[in-house]
């Protein structure tokens, strides 16, 4: 089961859904990229995701272009500008979806109430992957 997931920087929501996609079921190959990857993931998404208890420390946010060769069973698209932008993919696509999320990235106040917002973003995240993980793939998959 391949699975793409593609934001604008993807520094942030398409970094977590990988995470919790690789927490629901580590066998699946999860890979996120961006439209026009930022330089690293936003500290604060990975602070947000330590208190889950999944560590995407190691995330490196990557361009789109790197896949368009490569075949995939689901290229979910998490933001509205990734959805408007996404590349024609050379490869095989069985799938793709729109799963959208506001940008805890673009929050404003203070260091708590950011941190409130990547919070209510992240459980957002976690609840429609999972709803996604067992409609989709641990059903239809058999996984």
Known sequence: MHILILCTG???????AEGFLRDFN????????GTNPSGQVHPKAVQVMKETGIDISDGKPENVDRYLDEQWDYVITVCDNAKETCPVFLGKVKKQLHIGFED???????????????RRIRDEIKNDFKVFYDKEIKKKWKV
């Open 26 to 33: 580590p066998e699946l190959h999860v890979r996120s990229a």
């Open 104 to 118: 805890p990235a673009e929050a404003a106040g203070t260091d708590e109430e950011v941190l409130s917002e990547f």
């Open 10 to 16: 993807n520094s942030c929501r398409s970094q977590m």
